[in-house]
Structure formats: structure tokens, C-alpha cells
């Protein structure tokens, strides 16, 4: 992996800056387009709005930072929220209103890689295609199915896979069992580590939980069987309440006779409180940065903002993408802004087009794509839970 653009490339803070501005009318002035609309797919309730609600507030920030300098050449972008609830069926039906409309230009999302894979290819045979910047897409197949409307500003399963196995490796580890929880994103994940562990030759002992799942006495009990010092769970969240709780039932306790190391999702600070302190001393990594945890100004200035529009207390209720889902908005607002209007329209070709071309500046650095959508130098955070909060330890690459 190339070295991670947060720490080569200084932050340029205005999600309103574009290389361009368009086509341009009599006298220079850019043109104004009619009409502008880009949608927010995530799973924005149940479940997994650990992970989504907190994008999405991203989301309506950057547009509403966007509108604010002047949209699209005065043209104020209208935000639609499309709560796919983490499934792709119910995410075809809010795309298919959306490929219909040519003004609706992009999307920002979906953020589970199981709903990209569903459904990018009807996105594509859109005509004109239907781009998307996904902020937290991890599996492979995502960008190398040949889609050209998939990018993302994440890395990659099979840098996170190993770079988590590495992690766990110069901690010493010698056996690690290793879990998923059912999903294209866990299943992806949980293989990409077991992979590099078993190719150096950690043992390895592996077994699938389901999402919602809330008793785990018989996943614990072949834990404790199987002399493992490290839990690996390549999981969303939710589920490692439960886990965690069972671990400490059975006498597991994590930093002593066992280690734990979870993904995105599982560096949420409430799982601290949820288990009375049992998941004190666990990893999890990320595969994008907290804001909060950086210390370039546009960094740090997003933070003020967003804890100024949604309370003090914000941080701790925004989950793990709530900068890179800002990131991703402001990839694909700038796209559009760079894009030409022609007879008061915007095409969606033209914004696809800017997006494998362009570079674009963002609260994190440069952003630039490959050929394949995925953005150049991505990093993989490694957070440790301390007292009540979970704090980047680490920061590591596959």
C-alpha cells in the first residue's frame, strides 16, 4: 500500500474548491445548472445505524458547507436520504427512482460492501451510468468487478486483512481464532486475515456467528478449547457486545489470558460501558481515519463544526465514518462542480468522468482514484479501548 495521504499531503479544507467551473455563459459567468440532487444510501436505522447515522449527519454537513459557498455555480444541491437499512433490495428500489431522474448526479454510499455488490451492475447499465463514492465499501470485489460507476475513498479488504494480521503477529500471536458474522463484508475481511496468518504460519481456528446474534456460549466455550491468544471478529459492530460479555462469563478476560481484536465498527466507545469495562485493553482497526484523532486544521476544524451542529457529545454517537463519509460528499459535490452545464443540465457522464480523472481536495488531502475506483493511499488505524474511550494507538498499512 502506498503511505497513507493524510500524512504526505497537507488538508485543504473547502468542499466548495474545484479545479474548474464548467461550462460558462455570455460574459464568463459559469453556467447555472437547473437543477442538482445527490442522494445518502446507508443503513441509517436499525441495527447498524451505529455505523450509518453518523455518516449520514456527515453527509447533510458537507452538503450544507457546500451550499453555503455557493453550490453549484449558485445552484444549491438538494440532499436525498435513502435509508437502505443495509439490503440490497430495498436499496434497488430508492436507486431505480434515482437513475430515472437525470438530476440526481451521484451517490454517496452505500456504505456495506454486500449492497454495492448488489447492486452497482444495475447502475452501470443506467444510462447514463449512476456514479457512487462509498466511504466505508471494504471487499475486494467491490473495485474489481470492472464497474466504472464504484469508487471509493476506504481501503481495501485485502489491506485491512493483512495489515490486522500483521498487527496481531508482532504482538506475538501464535494462535487466533478467527470469526465473521455472515456478511460479504465480514466473510471478505475474516478471510483476507486468516489467509496472510495461515501463509505465516499462525494457527488458526475459524467459526461464523449471525448478524443480531446475542448468545455466544458455544462460540466462547470452543474459544476457551482452543488455546487462542487472539479473538479475531471481522464485524460490524453490534454483535461484540455480546461476544465480549460471554468472554468475561467464561472467565476469558481480555488483556490477560486473551487478546481481542475487532474491526470497523468495534472501535465504538459504547461497547466499553455495554460491557462494564470487559472489552478494556481490545483492538479494533479502521479503515478510515477519525478527524478527531488527527492534527491538520481542516481536520480539526470539521471536528469544531460538527460538534457545534449536533451537540458536544456527538463524537461519541458518530461511529467510524463520520469523516470519511464528509470525504466522500465532498469527492462527488466537487465532481459535479467541475463538471460542464450545458443547456442548464449537468450529466451524469461528465461527473463519472471527472471522478476517475480529477483530484480533489478534502478534510483528509488529496483524493485521487485508480483505474479501478479505489483511492490512491489509504491507511488502516489501529484503536486501543482506554477508561471510556477507544484511542488510535497505531496506524498501519497491508
Known amino acids: 500500500m502506498a503511505q497513507p495521504r493524510i500524512l504526505v499531503l ?15 455563459s455570455a460574459g464568463g459567468t459559469p453556467a447555472k445548472p437547473d437543477k442538482v440532487q445527490i442522494a445518502a444510501e446507508g443503513p441509517f436505522t436499525g441495527p447498524q445505524a451505529v455505523i450509518g447515522a453518523g455518516a449520514l449527519q456527515a453527509i447533510q454537513l458537507a452538503v450544507k458547507d457546500f451550499n453555503k459557498a455557493g453550490g453549484v455555480n449558485g445552484t444549491p444541491v438538494t440532499l436525498l436520504i435513502w ?18 431522474d437525470p438530476t440526481v448526479l451521484g451517490i454517496v454510499g452505500p456504505m ?17 451510468p449512476l456514479p457512487l463514492v462509498s466511504e466505508s465499501a471494504s471487499a475486494v470485489k467491490v473495485s474489481e468487478s ?37 456478511s460479504d463484508y465480514s466473510i471478505g475481511l475474516a478471510d483476507q486475515t486468516e489467509k496472510y496468518l495461515k501463509d505465516h504460519n499462525v494457527s488458526t481456528q475459524r467459526e461464523s456467528a449471525q448478524q443480531g446474534q446475542k448468545d455466544f456460549s458455544t462460540i466462547v466455550t470452543k474459544i476457551k478449547a482452543s488455546g487462542a491468544e487472539w479473538v479475531y471478529f471481522a464485524d460490524e459492530g453490534p454483535e461484540a457486545v ?6 468475561k462469563h467464561q472467565s476469558l ?21 455495554n460491557t462494564q469495562g470487559a472489552y478494556a485493553g481490545a483492538y479494533a482497526t479502521n479503515i478510515a481515519a477519525d478527524p478527531a484523532g488527527l492534527t491538520s486544521s481542516a481536520a480539526q476544524n470539521y471536528v469544531t463544526e460538527f460538534k457545534t451542529e449536533y451537540g458536544p457529545d456527538s463524537l461519541s454517537k458518530a461511529g467510524p465514518f463520520y469523516g470519511s ?63 471510556t474511550q477507544m484511542v488510535v494507538v497505531k496506524q498501519v498499512s497491508g
Open 10 to 24: 497537507a488538508a485543504i479544507a473547502s468542499v466548495g474548491m474545484a479545479a474548474c467551473g464548467g461550462s460558462s
Open 83 to 100: 435509508d437502505d437499512q443495509h439490503t440490497a433490495q430495498v436499496a434497488q428500489n430508492f436507486q431505480a427512482v434515482g437513475i430515472s
Open 146 to 182: 470492472g464497474w466504472s460507476v464504484v469508487h471509493r475513498v476506504n481501503a481495501r479488504d485485502d489491506a485491512q486483512g493483512p495489515a490486522d494480521a500483521k498487527f496481531m503477529m508482532d504482538q506475538g500471536a501464535k494462535k487466533v481464532f478467527v470469526m465473521d458474522a455472515k
Open 325 to 387: 463519509a464528509y470525504e466522500a460528499a465532498q469527492v462527488l459535490l466537487q465532481a459535479i462542480k467541475n463538471s460542464p452545464v450545458k443547456n442548464g443540465k449537468i450529466s451524469r457522464a461528465d461527473v463519472l468522468s471527472n471522478l476517475g480523472t480529477a483530484t480533489f481536495n478534502t478534510i483528509f488531502g488529496s483524493v485521487k482514484f485508480d483505474s479501478k475506483g479505489d483511492v490512491q493511499g489509504g491507511g488502516i488505524y489501529v484503536y486501543q479501548a482506554k477508561g
Open 112 to 128: 456495506n460492501s454486500g449492497v454495492v455488490l448488489g447492486t452497482a451492475p444495475g447502475l452501470q447499465q443506467a444510462s447514463p
Open 242 to 247: 455480546f461476544l465480549v460479555n460471554e468472554m
Open 253 to 273: 478476560t481480555i488483556g490477560n489470558n486473551i487478546q481481542f481484536l475487532g474491526t470497523d465498527g468495534e472501535e465504538d466507545a459504547s461497547i466499553i460501558a
